[in-house]
């Protein structure tokens, strides 16, 4: 189990996702879009993104990603004042079309929202804003995204996307690799990473920590302790949390079913699993439920859409 799956699956941008403005100085574009992840590379030129605290430069051949539903902005002088304009990752262009020869600042900008909390343990360690620099490991993937918008490639939007969402996760990777918290390196653990392959692999086997502890190899005090060492919580509680994940994941799913979802967790009947679903999470199951498209309640409710009428999340262009 690499520390990065769960995020990878849980990633998505949705809808057209290049921007490409090229930006004539004073610029200050506020982002609205409340995602939960965001993207801002440039292509060209220096930008400043202004979120908590201190303003974060971003070069050519950087990406940085915000995190957090929150507005902010990106300029180019975080220092002078100046109205900003609100923009959202639709699709609008801002400035003159890409030309590589022309002058000021292009951005590569993508909206992604990240599916129910699977990956919760990586966004609470996520800072607000997290620059990685030109020579990370996701290079590669950034110029060819550069020659796909040269390319004027711009109608492709799912592969485009999915590109986005490499990007994204890319640069988190990276980004983690060089600033690791101790559970970060728990995957390459003897002890510990077999644990949680066996977890994530099987959530919803009867494990107990003695079955865990066996499938280590290490008495089940040792594993215990560290477990809780490495992860900051004990291996039965970390399975709890990633069964109620994965069932917040599931639930919204079509035509899924509170029994269903139970039995894919490791849950023998609805009852059981709704009863700890509302223990841990707070509210029932039922309510992270998505009516099947053609169902009564989609009917009553308005909310059956066509493709064309759902509002994508992309980027500024």
Same mark, same amino acid.
């Given at each position: 189990?690499?520390?990065?799956?769960?995020?990878?699956?849980?990633?998505?941008?949705?809808?057209?996702?290049?921007?490409?403005?090229?930006?004539?100085?004073?610029?200050?574009?506020?982002?609205?879009?409340?995602?939960?992840?965001?993207?801002?590379?440039?292509?060209?030129?220096?930008?400043?993104?202004?979120?908590?605290?201190?303003?974060?430069?971003?070069?050519?051949?950087?990406?940085?990603?915000?995190?957090?539903?929150?507005?902010?902005?990106?300029?180019?002088?975080?220092?002078?004042?100046?109205?900003?304009?609100?923009?959202?990752?639709?699709?609008? @262009?801002?400035?003159?079309?890409?030309?590589?020869?022309?002058?000021?600042?292009?951005?590569?900008?993508?909206?992604?929202?990240?599916?129910?909390?699977?990956?919760?343990?990586?966004?609470?360690?996520?800072?607000?804003?997290?620059?990685?620099?030109?020579?990370?490991?996701?290079?590669?993937?950034?110029?060819?995204?550069?020659?796909?918008?040269?390319?004027?490639?711009?109608?492709?939007?799912?592969?485009?996307?999915?590109?986005?969402?490499?990007?994204? @996760?890319?640069?988190?990777?990276?980004?983690?690799?060089?600033?690791?918290?101790?559970?970060?390196?728990?995957?390459?653990?003897?002890?510990?990473?077999?644990?949680?392959?066996?977890?994530?692999?099987?959530?919803?086997?009867?494990?107990?920590?003695?079955?865990?502890?066996?499938?280590?190899?290490?008495?089940?005090?040792?594993?215990?302790?560290?477990?809780?060492?490495?992860?900051?919580?004990?291996?039965?509680?970390?399975?709890?949390?990633?069964?109620?994940?994965?069932?917040?994941?599931?639930?919204?799913?079509?035509?899924?079913?509170?029994?269903?979802?139970?039995?894919?967790?490791?849950?023998?009947?609805?009852?059981?699993?709704?009863?700890?679903?509302?223990?841990?999470?707070?509210?029932?199951?039922?309510?992270?439920?998505?009516?099947?498209?053609?169902?009564?309640?989609?009917?009553?409710?308005?909310?059956?859409?066509?493709?064309?009428?759902?509002?994508?999340?992309?980027?500024?262009?």
């Amino acid at each position: 189990m690499e520390p990065l799956d769960d995020l990878l699956r849980a990633v998505r941008a949705d809808g057209a996702v290049l921007g490409t403005p090229v930006l004539a100085a004073p610029y200050a574009l506020r982002f609205t879009d409340r995602a939960e992840l965001t993207l801002i590379a440039p292509l060209r030129g220096n930008a400043w993104i202004v979120a908590d605290g201190t303003p974060l430069l971003v070069r050519p051949g950087d990406t940085a990603v915000v995190h957090g539903a929150e507005p902010f902005v990106v300029t180019d002088d975080p220092d002078r004042p100046s109205a900003t304009i609100d923009i959202s990752c639709d699709g609008t @262009v801002l400035g003159a079309p890409y030309d590589e020869t022309a002058g000021g600042t292009v951005l590569l900008a993508g909206s992604a929202n990240v599916r129910a909390g699977l990956p919760t343990r990586l966004l609470r360690e996520l800072p607000r804003a997290v620059v990685v620099p030109s020579d990370h490991d996701c290079k590669p993937l950034r110029d060819y995204l550069e020659e796909r918008i040269a390319a004027g490639a711009h109608g492709r939007r799912v592969v485009l996307d999915r590109l986005i969402d490499w990007l994204l @996760v890319c640069a988190l990777r990276d980004w983690f690799e060089l600033n690791t918290p101790p559970w970060y390196r728990a995957a390459g653990d003897e002890t510990i990473g077999p644990v949680l392959q066996a977890l994530h692999t099987t959530p919803e086997a009867p494990w107990t920590l003695a079955s865990l502890a066996a499938h280590a190899n290490v008495s089940r005090t040792t594993l215990a302790r560290r477990f809780t060492d490495l992860i900051g919580e004990p291996p039965l509680t970390y399975l709890t949390n990633l069964r109620m994940s994965l069932a917040a994941d599931l639930l919204t799913e079509p035509d899924a079913t509170v029994a269903a979802v139970a039995r894919r967790v490791g849950y023998a009947d609805a009852f059981s699993f709704s009863t700890a679903f509302k223990r841990e999470r707070g509210t029932s199951p039922n309510r992270l439920r998505t009516p099947a498209k053609g169902s009564p309640a989609t009917r009553r409710s308005g909310t059956e859409r066509s493709p064309s009428s759902a509002t994508p999340h992309t980027a500024p262009a």
